[in-house]
Nanobody, 121 residues
Framework: QVQLVESGGGLVQAGGSLRLSCAASGSVNSINATGWYRQAPGKQRELVAAITRGDTTTYVDSVKGRFSISRDSAKNTVYLQMNRLKPEDTAVYYC???????????????WGQGTQVTVSS
């Protein structure tokens, strides 16, 4: 089994910072890409940032210059550093990983359980 365990969410004032972590546990052979998504009440889930095994990154326009995604391949962990947070960043943040459990298996998609980020004005 593979689990994605997120941590680092919480309540912060506007202008503050948080760092989210997503650790993949279990049998993992390789992680092709990991992304952070968020879903606010009444809104669709959106991709916030993603990083590939080759360290290519992408960000939604609304977080460019404020958020930074990085990874530690030795720990199978991806981080989302969120700076200059705004109330509109309030959402449940989910980690998603496209990975392979064994060298002979197909790639599959996995989701974490989500972590709440609340930014007060």
């Amino acid at each position: 089994q593979v689990q994605l365990v997120e941590s680092g969410g919480g309540l912060v004032q506007a202008g503050g910072s948080l760092r989210l972590s997503c650790a993949a546990s279990g049998s993992v052979n390789s992680i092709n890409a990991t992304g952070w998504y968020r879903q606010a009440p009444g809104k669709q889930r959106e991709l916030v940032a993603a990083i590939t095994r080759g360290d290519t990154t992408t960000y939604v326009d609304s977080v460019k210059g404020r958020f930074s995604i990085s990874r530690d391949s030795a720990k199978n962990t991806v981080y989302l550093q969120m700076n200059r947070l705004k109330p509109e960043d309030t959402a449940v943040y989910y980690c998603n990983a496209h990975l392979r459990r064994h060298w002979w298996s197909a790639d599959n998609n996995y989701w974490g359980q989500g972590t709440q980020v609340t930014v007060s004005s």
